[in-house]
């Protein structure tokens, strides 16, 4: 979730328009569906993937 909000919302834009790319998004990149999607994509991932860390690492 960090690096969605971090890296995507915030720091892509401003890089993307500080090297003059010219389709860059808005800042802040908080797009729908492309970035909400993405958040939660990340989210319903790392549930199952925490879970069986925790089950194989006891």
Do not use: D, R
């Not at 690096?3 to 860059?24: D, E, K, Y």
């Not at 492309?34 to 199952?48: Q, R, W």
Request: charged fraction near 0%; glycine fraction near 6%.
């Amino acid at each position: 979730m960090l690096t969605t909000i971090g890296l995507a919302v915030i720091v892509m834009p401003l890089w993307l328009q500080a090297v003059g790319f010219p389709m860059a998004p808005p800042f802040p990149n908080v797009a729908f569906p492309g970035t909400v999607l993405s958040l939660v994509g990340h989210i319903v991932y790392a549930i199952p993937v925490a879970l069986a860390y925790a089950v194989i690492t006891e």
